[in-house]
């Protein structure tokens, strides 16, 4: 499997879910875990020397762990696929603003019992889903796929609007050499 390989990462991934109402149930749930996880994250600032000479106070730019998850998530990203990448980098700009707004408009308590809340909820609702198609979350085997499923839910989508038809193709292909249940 290449890790750089975005028809392969995709269907390592679409192996743990065949299930239609289980797709359903992360392309509505995926993108909610992971604004939960850039909440968590965003509440935990990062101070280094070198980001202090970039970032002054007055830019009011608020360096913290998200940040650099996001960064390192969307490079790699990038170099599956530059229109995918691209796509995941603004939602994940949206994610993070909106939860710097959280942060600042909602009292410490509140905030976090929001971020808590939407991943108990997401996580809840995602066991269930493999639940009901009788198959263990891919981050049983491998903890990384919790990266994955974002690229993932946006390749589903950009396949569902009609985009990528060559990787769907390709995807296809390899899906019928290991004699998976269709996409």
Known sequence: MGVFNLADQF???????TDPINQII???????LTFGFVMILAAVPVQWPLLSILFSPETKVVMNLAFILLLVLVAYYLMLDRVTGSILALEFVSFLFLACHLRSVLSSDQ?????????VVGWAVQFLGHYWEGKRPALVDNGLQVFIAPLFVMVEAMFFLGFKKELKAEIQQKIKQRNLKKL
């Open 11 to 17: 269907i390592n991934y679409y192996e743990y879910h």
């Open 26 to 32: 992360h392309f509505i749930f995926v993108p909610m």
């Open 111 to 119: 905030y976090f019992v929001v971020a808590v809340l939407v991943q």
